[in-house]
């Protein structure tokens, strides 16, 4: 008998064992009959914004727009843009709202895979169609005699914009320049396509004084060179230039300088500075380093898993982060000149994509997590005129 | 057509067949040398060889209290041209660097992409055949071991590399990877290698059911989680960190540093670890070498590069660190241009064309390896004080101009 029960005690020991194993792998399993059904769905909503998108001669009065305030060149309000997969929908960005003002630096933190590139390429109409979608929200575009919402902008207007208008530094100078084009052609090619009215020669002068601009010295040399030629730091400076072509409203910098080295990194931040000022344009900083945005930016956003959860300005965030995140995010750098035995490391991985919960996404890795994190996800909450935080854990102090 | 036009043209066929005439005379003597006397041509080719990679170095004696000695390490890589693959020149990656790691440290490595840290780590485990100079493991040269000793001395010194993403194999589940070299070294007896496997994978953060899955099915943090266990797991003593962190996410950077010192408290194990982000690297590191184009222009304990720093380079490098306070206003020193060709360095000190210091000796002589303070060694001019003395010039005077 008790033989018996030692066996059965052990067999649903293996059971329960096995149970566990299987229910971990459902977590990820979708079977194929799930899948084909789910990409049917999301054909269908592919489809139709796809169809609406692609009409000839849309009226302007649907994609133009009033800005909130004037004095701002974007305005991103309630931004959703998501990814339409065969194995769910991957909501990248999640209602995301900020301004970015004339003539500031906006910078835009977070952990990879928080969904701070697809804002930005939201805003340069570049997210992957038709998978990848902006269905909600407006991202309204100031230039300056017309408003454009970007999300309803037809391609054929958008193209008028993009590289005129607002221009993108990529991250990888090596990558991003063509390899079978000489320096010279391709920064003629932004301005040819924008000035149909140059003439070559003109052309040519203008791009020597951007390369000149950008601080290269041998400016007539480069002009002839292919990019393989040219060191990473020299490469990120063409492509400044190339951005800088038609001297934009905004320009978005993500990730200038990660694939850079440190003095380099310096040079390249110095001249981004120096230009913002000369042509008195915007800049949208998208970095993972928190040292590179207090150097550079006036207003920071803190992203998370797709949504905002801090924003404000330099000093607001650094001298007073609020959000149990971004105070982790800056405890878990080391500082030259802080002695600590001990970094500090937020506990947990970035939650699933697919499956988010309904509750607070930071929820299950925070410390300070108390009762009302349970309920809804928490709204922003306004500390300052600009700081806002979406945390429960200050909402209880506004009651107050 | 015209006359003249036609005498044009034959001219200048002429001029390039005379050309080709005397291409064709320089490589016929080359190797008509060669036809007349292989043996003395060889001899001759190798000793301009040894020339170039002089091997003048005082052999070490060993300090028991040091793991690692490494005395002059030259690594040249070799530039190959023409129709014959000859050697034309050389890449010096690492031009003849010294120093040493006292058992259970940790040593810091830093300089800019393309500086030979990376190659230094290298040439330690023997992955390429150092040119010149001696590195001694426990007081046993490294590169005069023969095939046998050699695999004896390999799990003894492991290396953890900088990309996760692709120094895991993707087609081996994550137990095969961490349990093929214990396997190939018989680390532990056959009964206990699961065991085992286990414990080295919870040490390093990774749970027991993880040993099935493919690295594909991990994120970055915990790749490198992998790397570190693969390397752990066949009891090291000493372990290169190749830039383990700066292919990850800042918070996930904090996980890595803690587990490696939590694991360097546990074993006694001592790194040598290289980086380009300083703010790491003095966080980890009891010593810090600065390297600049192959060679180590700074070497001292951390506190003093940080805090006491004299190499200009360091300088440069340090002012350029963005810190995370807006408020913070800093003197930055922007250096000039990128690093040159480390197969063509400048003359004298390689640091000359972008230093704000510079002086005319500079590009004439190579400056020595100065002891600033015990344990403190800068090479730089600016410290030399005999010679500056002899020249007239007040070091001072220099610095303070400039700033």
């Given amino acids: 008998m008790s033989k018996n029960k030692f066996h059965l005690s052990a067999l649903t020991a293996v059971f329960k064992k096995k149970a566990v194993a299987i229910e971990a792998k459902k977590a990820h399993y979708i079977s194929g009959k799930e899948s084909r059904r789910i990409s049917r769905t999301n054909r269908r909503i592919t489809n139709r914004i796809e169809k609406e998108r692609k009409r000839k001669h849309v009226p302007e009065s649907e994609y133009l727009s009033v800005m909130r305030d004037p004095n701002n060149v974007v305005e991103f309000d309630n931004v959703h843009t998501y990814f339409f997969t065969d194995i769910g929908t991957v909501k990248a960005v999640d209602g995301v709202t900020f301004d970015v003002p004339i003539g500031k630096t906006v910078g835009v933190v977070g952990e990879s895979g928080c969904g701070k590139s697809v804002t930005s390429l939201s805003l340069m109409q570049l997210v992957q169609r038709p998978q990848g979608q902006t269905v909600e929200g407006e991202i309204r575009f100031n230039t300056g005699s017309k408003v454009y919402n970007i999300v309803k902008t037809p391609t054929s207007v958008m193209q008028t914009l993009r590289g005129n208008q607002m221009s993108m530094i990529f991250q990888e100078p090596m990558t991003s320049l063509n390899p079978v084009f000489r320096i010279g052609m391709q920064i003629n090619e932004v301005l040819e396509l924008h000035n149909p009215e140059m003439t070559k020669t003109e052309v040519k002068a203008k791009t020597i004084s951007l390369l000149e601009l950008v601080g290269i010295a041998n400016a007539e040399g480069v002009y002839k060179m292919y990019p393989h030629e040219l060191s990473g730091g020299m490469r990120q400076r063409v492509m400044i230039a190339i951005a800088l072509a038609c001297n934009p409203r905004i320009i978005i910098a993500d990730e200038p300088t990660t694939a850079l080295d440190v003095t380099i990194q310096a040079q390249i931040l110095g001249l981004l500075r120096e230009l913002k000022d000369k042509i008195n344009s915007s800049i949208m900083l998208i970095t993972h380093d928190l040292g590179v945005i207090a150097e550079m930016a006036d207003f920071v956003v803190v992203m998370y898993a797709g949504r905002i959860i801090e924003k404000g300005t330099a000093e607001e965030i650094f001298k007073n982060p609020l959000h149990p995140y971004t105070k982790g995010l800056l405890m878990s750098?080391?500082?030259?000149?802080?002695?600590?035995?001990?970094?500090?490391?937020?506990?947990?991985?970035?939650?699933?994509?697919?499956?988010?919960?309904?509750?607070?996404?930071?929820?299950?890795?925070?410390?300070?997590s108390i009762d009302v994190c349970n309920g809804q996800y928490p709204p922003m909450i306004k500390i300052s005129d600009t700081h806002y935080v979406a945390c429960y854990l200050y909402a209880a102090k506004e009651e107050k | 057509m015209d006359k003249r036009a036609m005498h044009g043209i034959i001219i200048s066929v002429q001029k390039k067949v005379c050309d080709v005439r005397k291409k064709i005379r320089k490589f016929a003597s080359g190797t008509g040398k060669f036809f007349k006397n292989p043996k003395k041509y060889i001899s001759d080719y190798k000793a301009a060889k040894k020339a170039i990679?002089?091997?003048?170095?005082?052999?070490?004696?060993?300090?028991?209290?040091?793991?690692?000695?490494?005395?002059?390490?030259?690594?040249?890589?070799?530039?190959?041209?023409?129709?014959?693959?000859?050697?034309?020149?050389?890449?010096?990656?690492?031009?003849?660097?010294?120093?040493?790691?006292?058992?259970?440290?940790?040593?810091?490595?830093?300089?800019?992409?393309?500086?030979?840290?990376?190659?230094?780590?290298?040439?330690?485990?023997?992955?390429?055949?150092?040119?010149?100079?001696?590195?001694?493991?426990?007081?046993?040269?490294?590169?005069?071991?023969?095939?046998?000793?050699?695999?004896?001395?390999?799990?003894?010194?492991?290396?953890?590399?900088?990309?996760?993403?692709?120094?895991?194999?993707?087609?081996?589940?994550?137990?095969?990877?961490?349990?093929?070299?214990?396997?190939?070294?018989?680390?532990?007896?056959?009964?206990?290698?699961?065991?085992?496997?286990?414990?080295?994978?919870?040490?390093?953060?990774?749970?027991?059911?993880?040993?099935?899955?493919?690295?594909?099915?991990?994120?970055?943090?915990?790749?490198?989680?992998?790397?570190?266990?693969?390397?752990?797991?066949?009891?090291?003593?000493?372990?290169?960190?190749?830039?383990?962190?700066?292919?990850?996410?800042?918070?996930?950077?904090?996980?890595?540093?803690?587990?490696?010192?939590?694991?360097?408290?546990?074993?006694?194990?001592?790194?040598?670890?290289?980086?380009?982000?300083?703010?790491?690297?003095?966080?980890?590191?009891?010593?810090?070498?600065?390297?600049?184009?192959?060679?180590?222009?700074?070497?001292?304990?951390?506190?003093?590069?940080?805090?006491?720093?004299?190499?200009?380079?360091?300088?440069?490098?340090?002012?350029?660190?963005?810190?995370?306070?807006?408020?913070?206003?800093?003197?930055?020193?922007?250096?000039?241009?990128?690093?040159?060709?480390?197969?063509?360095?400048?003359?004298?000190?390689?640091?000359?064309?972008?230093?704000?210091?510079?002086?005319?000796?500079?590009?004439?002589?190579?400056?020595?390896?100065?002891?600033?303070?015990?344990?403190?060694?800068?090479?730089?001019?600016?410290?030399?004080?005999?010679?500056?003395?002899?020249?007239?010039?007040?070091?001072?005077?220099?610095?303070?101009?400039?700033?």
């Fill in chain 1, 333 to 368: 750098k080391p500082i030259v000149g802080k002695k600590i035995d001990r970094l500090y490391n937020i506990p947990g991985n970035v939650p699933n994509p697919i499956n988010m919960p309904d509750y607070c996404y930071f929820k299950d890795r925070c410390v300070k």
């Fill in chain 2, 53 to 403: 990679i002089s091997d003048v170095y005082t052999p070490l004696v060993h300090n028991p209290e040091n793991l690692l000695e490494v005395n002059n390490l030259k690594m040249y890589f070799p530039i190959k041209a023409g129709l014959l693959k000859r050697t034309v020149g050389y890449v010096r990656a690492v031009d003849g660097i010294s120093f040493n790691i006292k058992k259970g440290t940790t040593m810091g490595l830093v300089g800019e992409s393309g500086c030979g840290k990376t190659t230094v780590g290298r040439t330690i485990l023997r992955l390429y055949k150092r040119t010149g100079g001696q590195v001694l493991f426990e007081g046993r040269d490294i590169n005069k071991l023969n095939k046998k000793q050699l695999r004896l001395i390999r799990p003894k010194i492991q290396i953890v590399f900088q990309d996760p993403y692709s120094s895991l194999s993707p087609r081996m589940p994550v137990g095969e990877i961490i349990g093929e070299a214990v396997r190939e070294h018989k680390i532990v007896p056959k009964a206990k290698f699961n065991d085992y496997i286990t414990k080295i994978m919870n040490d390093c953060g990774l749970q027991d059911y993880h040993k099935d899955r493919y690295p594909h099915e991990f994120s970055g943090g915990q790749r490198q989680r992998i790397c570190i266990a693969r390397a752990l797991a066949l009891n090291p003593k000493f372990i290169v960190c190749d830039e383990p962190v700066s292919a990850l996410d800042v918070s996930i950077q904090a996980q890595i540093i803690n587990l490696l010192k939590d694991l360097q408290r546990e074993y006694g194990l001592t790194y040598l670890f290289i980086s380009h982000d300083l703010s790491v690297v003095e966080h980890i590191s009891d010593t810090v070498g600065v390297m600049y184009l192959g060679d180590l222009v700074e070497y001292a304990s951390t506190e003093m590069i940080f805090h006491n720093y004299k190499h200009p380079y360091t300088e440069a490098l340090l002012s350029a660190i963005p810190m995370p306070d807006p408020t913070y206003k800093m003197n930055r020193i922007i250096l000039e241009g990128s690093i040159p060709s480390p197969a063509n360095p400048p003359s004298g000190c390689k640091f000359h064309t972008r230093c704000r210091y510079c002086m005319d000796i500079c590009s004439k002589q190579k400056p020595k390896v100065i002891e600033v303070e015990p344990g403190h060694q800068v090479v730089c001019h600016l410290y030399d004080k005999e010679q500056l003395n002899s020249l007239g010039i007040d070091p001072e005077e220099i610095v303070k101009h400039e700033k």
